[in-house]
């Protein structure tokens, strides 16, 4: 991305002109016609405030600050799903496991973007009005800011829908004499609205931008996004008949009300036509580290080759920084209770390295070295086990009974998150590691080719063997076994994108669109870690025994969101059911 250099008097211009009135996100606000002029005067100014709308439109999955880019007040996303339990005890993480999220603490609870979205879908709607006002402007120039600003409104309101169904739709800059209370539009409609930007931003943006432009958005960008978008609609908790929970008159806005398996071809075709543009585009799976190490730099490697687009709008972070200190244990360098605890349910979703189960003995056994080392090498580069190598400087990890590492307050997982917290990153040390957001990458539709392909053709062709063969053989694992039925073909994919995909913010959304948040050790039920003693003898082996550490509540209208409370209040929004 272009680097950019905001004067106090633009920056000042801009707030005047995004400020929603009380943090009312269909507020109006006054007439700003003269900042507007200076903003959309020149191509210069142009590209200051599309900079900062990116800024405020694209995820970022690191908890920077409340208000500013968390997600979870106080951990990360997988800590309300499967794939970690939060070490904090103050962290929001621990409302959505014991079930008591609420309408009244759902910003802090996951969506602290709720205000800043609806301000940003302003940005594009200003963008979209003005640019081709702009003058001595390229016509290159123009097409590629309509189509960015298409692609943002398209992603604003995709990371809508996921969380809470049928949205407002909003395609116009509110003015004075507009009605603003604008009721949810249908999933229906708000699936159509987000394709048919996607669709306009695939025609107008060019197909890669130059090194001193990356950040910024794509033809592959936008077509990643109508493959996540459509591969959603077609998944389960909307391509359905009949909503998860019963909605009356409103059950269109939150579900199809008919189940319609051409919409998983039409997933597949999004896919593939993203898979196109890599092809010709230099997009491709990284593999230059081998299998054992492919997989860690794809995220640690700046700008590699797998990367559609990553959140570049943030600096390095030191081990101080708020963003580091609640992700990384303690020993690390993290807070007095900082961490991500991976517990036993997510480490079952790991293979051998022969593609077979590995079989956790829930009485236990005496084995635990052998069994991580025959695990995935995906394994070891996303969770700190015991014998693992955190880095140079910290050395062996030591999760025992009894260790000063461990403690089950800290880490009651018994394995820490290790993927996103750069190797680099010293305990003893003033360095700051790079380490940009990554919004889309290859792997992910590949992934989204295989699920949709399966569906649509009631079990996997040669073209979703493929897309999945070619993602587990970077990282070194071979090919699925031929012949598998439709339903066996998605439990290998479902448990690819767990493992692939781990910590990139896609497995708490997998398990809402796939509606089984309610089976046993994925939101609801038993959690387990492990106890760590050194075995009997001296064979340097470890025992291991699985116990529960936490029984977590699930309940089935925690599969949308709901509305905050004070929107509820205006009158104009219907509250999602069980609200």
């Known amino acids: 991305m272009k680097r950019r250099i905001f004067s106090v008097y633009l920056l000042i211009l801009t707030l005047v002109i995004l400020h929603s009135c009380n943090n009312d996100f269909l507020d109006k606000p006054p007439s700003v016609d003269v900042t507007e002029d200076i903003i959309f005067s020149n191509e210069t100014q142009v590209t200051t405030f599309v900079a900062a709308t990116y800024q405020e439109s694209i995820p970022c999955g690191y908890p920077i600050d409340y208000g500013t880019n968390m997600r979870v007040y106080g951990a990360v996303l997988g800590a309300i799903c499967d794939e970690a339990e939060a070490g904090n005890p103050w962290t929001s993480a621990h409302n959505w496991n014991n079930g008591t999220v609420n309408a009244s603490t759902i910003m802090m609870d996951e969506d602290d973007r709720f205000d800043r979205r609806w ?71 708000c699936i159509e609205f987000i394709v048919q930007d996607c669709d306009e931003a695939i025609r107008l ?43 009356g008159e409103n059950n269109n806005l939150i579900c199809f009300g008919n189940y319609e398996q051409k919409r998983w071809q039409d997933a597949a075709d999004a896919a593939k036509a993203t898979l196109e543009w890599a092809a010709n585009s230099g997009c491709k799976l990284l593999t230059r580290y081998g299998a054992e190490s ?32 609640i992700i990384m244990p303690r020993f690390a360098g993290g807070w ?70 461990a403690g089950r307050q800290f880490c009651p997982g018994s394995h820490y998150m290790r993927k996103l917290i750069p190797h680099s990153l010293l305990f003893n040390g003033s360095n700051y590691p790079i380490m940009n957001w990554i919004v889309f990458r290859l792997a992910e539709i590949y992934l989204n080719h295989a699920e949709a392909l399966n569906e649509a053709n009631n079990g996997p062709t040669n073209e979703a063997y493929q897309s999945i063969d070619l993602v587990r053989a970077r990282s070194g694992m071979p090919p699925l076994p031929r012949g598998l039925s439709k339903e066996e073909f998605r439990e290998r994919v479902r448990n690819e994108r767990a493992v692939e995909l781990a910590f990139e913010e896609h497995r708490f959304w997998d398990i809402r669109r796939w509606k089984i948040a309610d089976q046993d050790g994925v939101m609801k039920g038993d959690f387990y870690g492990l106890k760590i003693n050194p075995a009997d003898g001296d064979s340097g082996e470890y025992n291991y025994k699985p116990y529960v550490f936490e029984t977590r509540i699930w309940y089935d209208k925690m599969y949308l969101h709901p509305f905050k409370i004070e929107e509820i209040y205006k009158g104009y929004l219907v509250q999602n059911p069980g609200w």
Not at 365 to 372: F, S, V
Not at 373 to 389: C, N
Request: proline share 5%; hydrophobic share 35%.
């Open 336 to 405: 007095s209770n900082g961490g991500m605890s991976v517990p036993l349910n997510f480490v079952r979703f790991y293979e051998k390295k022969d593609g077979t189960k590995q079989e956790w003995q829930m009485d236990g056994g005496d084995n635990l070295l052998a069994m991580y080392e025959e695990l995935d090498p995906r394994f070891r580069q996303t969770v700190a086990y015991h014998g693992s190598i955190w880095n140079t400087e910290i050395g062996v990890v030591d999760l025992s009974e009894g260790s000063t590492q």
């Open 205 to 247: 943006l060019p197909a890669s931008q130059p090194s001193s432009m990356r950040g910024r958005a794509t033809k592959g960008a936008a077509l990643a996004l109508k493959s996540r978008t459509l591969l959603y609609a077609a998944s389960p908790l909307f391509n359905s008949a009949t909503p998860y929970m019963d909605f």
């Open 119 to 189: 301000k940003a879908i302003r940005r594009c709607n200003i963008l979209l009005e003005r640019i081709h006002t702009v003058p001595e402007a390229s016509n290159e120039f123009m097409n590629q800011v309509e189509g960015e600003a298409r692609f943002m409104r398209a992603l604003l309101y995709f990371e809508g829908v996921k969380r809470y169904g049928g949205i407002p739709i909003i395609s116009k800059r509110l003015n004075p004499s507009d009605e603003i209370s604008i009721p949810r539009s249908s999933i229906e409609e």
């Open 294 to 325: 492919n997989y860690v730099m794809v995220t640690e490697e700046q700008d590699n080759e797998e990367i559609i687009l990553a959140n570049k709008a943030f600096g390095g972070w030191g081990r101080w920084d708020q963003v580091y200190g």
